[in-house]
C-alpha cells in the first residue's frame, strides 16, 4: 500500500487547500492523519491515486511516497490488542500507524510503517491477517 507524506507549513487552511486540490482531481481520500511539530508538519495520506496527488502538489510542497502496511481488522474490543501482540512477538519495532478503513466492508484498516514491511507483512499473512 502506498502513503503519501506531505511535509507542510503548519499554518491555517494548509490541509484545506491539500485536500481542495485533491477532490478537483477526483482524488479520493482513504486515510489521513496530520502530525503537528512546530512551524512545519507531516499529513500523511493513503490515496486513491497517489502518483497523480504527487504531481499536482510537489509544485507547492514536500512530498514523499512510502510503502505501508493496510491491515484488516475486526471491528471489535481487542481485536488491536492482537495485532500488536503479534507484531511485538516479531520483535519489531512499529514506526507509527493510524486507522484507516475499507470502503468495500466499512472494516477498519490498520495502516502501519515498520522498517521490517515484508517480513511483517508475511507473517501476518501466515496468521490469517488480511494485508491490503
Known amino acids: 500500500m ?14 484545506k487547500s491539500i485536500l481542495s486540490i485533491l477532490s478537483k482531481s477526483q482524488i479520493n481520500v482513504l486515510g489521513i492523519i496530520n502530525d503537528d511539530k512546530g512551524e512545519f508538519g ?14 499536482l502538489l510537489e509544485k507547492s510542497f514536500i512530498c514523499k511516497k512510502a510503502q505501508v502496511l493496510g491491515i484488516e481488522l475486526q471491528d471489535n474490543p481487542g481485536a488491536l490488542e492482537e495485532l500488536l501482540s503479534q507484531i511485538e512477538e516479531m520483535n519489531i519495532n512499529i514506526n507509527y500507524m493510524y ?3 475499507r ?6 484498516v490498520i495502516i502501519l ?14 496468521k490469517g491477517f488480511k494485508i491490503h
Open 99 to 101: 486507522v484507516g478503513y
Open 2 to 15: 502506498e502513503q503519501l507524506s506531505i511535509y507542510a507549513e503548519n499554518k491555517k487552511g494548509t490541509i
Open 113 to 126: 510503517h515498520t522498517d521490517e514491511l515484508e517480513i511483517v507483512s508475511k507473517s501476518l499473512q501466515k
Open 42 to 55: 507531516t499529513i500523511r495520506l493513503i490515496l486513491s491515486d497517489t502518483d497523480k496527488a504527487i504531481s
Open 103 to 108: 470502503r468495500e466492508n466499512s472494516m477498519p
